[in-house]
């Protein structure tokens, strides 16, 4: 099993609509998560961390649940500009504190 | 905000050559790089982990002395790729943080590498 696992999509969306995707992980220790922002071959950028009691940045909504070790990233009022690849980014909590990233979901807003 | 400069942008060599990428960081001392790739489509993958004036620790399965890993100063790793082929093809990233943590990650810009 991976340790960060997120279906690839791509995730097809409607300018407007709402479009909500998950992302697991295996290692019950990891500490902290993150939902990073990829474009095509350009560097990850921090969209959000995901605190405990989920969290809303604009019409960015993330979740966790550590319960059945997973996290979530939703995207309101979807805008062409959302386009890209959403990372999901966990801390494994070992020593040297390692990010691990998932495999990326990709989204796809249309007219 | 904090700024890691990575360069060069892209770069095609021919195999057997090497190729060196530098990663700076800009307005901060970055105690703590890492070196990542990327495949088409795939997630980015840890290469190593380098702490100023000491040996890059390798994750499994990567080749150390095929990927030189330098980090002699705080602002300024150096990711060698030596005796380049065409499986070296990918996109490299390098990442900084100067938080102990290691939560506050910076990225530099990536490395599109084509070996022919």
């Known amino acids: 099993r991976k340790e960060v696992e997120q279906d690839p999509g791509p995730f097809n969306v409607p300018e407007g609509a709402t479009v909500a995707f998950n992302c697991t992980y295996s290692?019950?220790?990891?500490?902290?998560f993150f939902w990073y922002r990829q474009d095509c071959r350009k560097e990850p950028k921090l969209l959000m961390s995901?605190?405990?009691s989920g969290n809303e940045d604009g019409r960015f909504t993330a979740q966790l649940n550590r319960a059945s070790q997973y996290i979530s990233l939703l995207i309101r009022d979807s805008k062409l500009s959302d386009s890209a690849t959403y990372l999901c980014v966990v801390n494994k909590g070992a020593a040297g504190n390692k990010l691990t990233f998932g495999g990326g979901t990709r989204v796809l807003v249309k007219p | 905000g904090a700024v890691v400069s990575q360069h060069p942008s892209r770069v095609i060599c021919k195999s057997g050559t090497s190729v060196k990428i530098e990663c700076r960081s800009l307005d901060f001392q970055a105690t703590t790089m890492f070196w990542y790739r990327q495949f088409p489509k795939k997630s980015l993958m840890l290469m190593a982990t380098?702490?100023?004036?000491?040996?890059?620790?390798?994750e499994q399965g990567v080749e150390k002395d095929k990927f030189l890993i330098n980090h002699a100063s705080l602002t300024l790793s150096t990711l060698t790729v030596t005796s380049a082929h065409p499986e070296d093809s990918s996109f490299y990233i390098c990442?900084?943080?100067?938080?102990?943590?290691?939560?506050?990650?910076?990225f530099g810009s990536g490395t599109q590498l084509s070996v022919l």
């Open positions: 995901v605190y405990s």
């Open positions: 380098s702490n100023e004036g000491s040996k890059a620790t390798y």
């Open positions: 290692n019950s220790a990891s500490q902290s």
């Open positions: 990442s900084a943080t100067d938080d102990l943590s290691n939560e506050k990650l910076f």
